[in-house]
């Protein structure tokens, strides 16, 4: 049993056994944070990790960039089909859960802070085959759009929680020359109104 408080500030104050749990994606463990982010449904993250594998089709050998990676569902599960993993995160707790899982893994480096300003500052020639994005509830938004088609990523899976959003963005990409090849989505919380949605984009 673990408990833990939350204070009206925001600051989780642990009660009740360890501030993380653990939750079996995949074949992996993987630590959260009290306050921090992971998937509810399990057997749905578990499709999720399926799907991505599936869509962006890794041959062994690839660059994958995971944005808004939280702690490494998508980064670590995928590690093995590719060559290198490069993740970003913004929240300093999902970065040491991040650390945690990812310590038994040897291929991937993690970048801590605003997703479309560590883009920043990679070089243009530095060569992502792949990119994973799974951002929160407000998109990913111009500027990470911006960022990404500087990079050239030549294709990217966008994992979306708010169908408004992901079409916003879709149609930045669209005009900036991504095409947008699949959309599938998922009942990650039957009996609500709420869908995940996975879509993938090929560069023209």
């Known amino acids: 049993v673990r408990v833990a408080f939350r204070e009206r500030d925001g600051s989780v104050v642990p009660l009740i056994g360890d501030p993380w749990l653990e939750e079996e994606v ?11 982010f992971f998937q509810v449904n399990t057997i749905g993250a578990e499709a999720m990790v399926d799907l991505a594998l599936e869509m962006l089709a890794p041959q062994g050998h690839e ?10 569902l998508f980064a670590l599960s995928l590690a093995r089909s590719v060559g ?13 859960d991040f650390a945690w899982n990812a310590r038994d893994v040897d291929n991937v ?19 992502i085959h792949l990119a994973i994005i799974d951002p929160p509830r407000s998109g990913a938004g111009a500027e990470a759009v911006a960022q990404l088609v500087r990079l050239g990523v030549p294709r990217l899976l ?3 929680c708010d169908p408004a959003t992901l079409a916003r963005d879709a149609r ?10 699949q959309v599938q989505p998922l009942d990650m ?4 109104y709420h869908i995940e949605s996975m879509a993938l984009f090929t560069l023209r």
Request: aromatic content about 12%; glycine content about 10%; overall charge negative.
């Open 189 to 192: 919380f039957p009996q609500t």
């Open 63 to 72: 660059t994958l960039l995971d944005g808004y990676c939280g702690v490494g």
């Open 158 to 160: 966008y994992v979306s």
């Open 109 to 127: 480096a993690l970048f801590e802070g605003p997703f479309a300003e560590v883009l920043e500052t990679f070089d243009a020639e530095e060569r």
């Open 84 to 96: 290198q993993v490069i993740a970003v995160e913004e929240s300093w707790v999902a970065c040491e």
């Open 172 to 181: 930045l990409l669209v005009e900036a020359g991504y095409e947008l090849q």
């Open 26 to 36: 995949a074949g992996r463990t993987f630590r959260c944070a009290a306050d921090g």
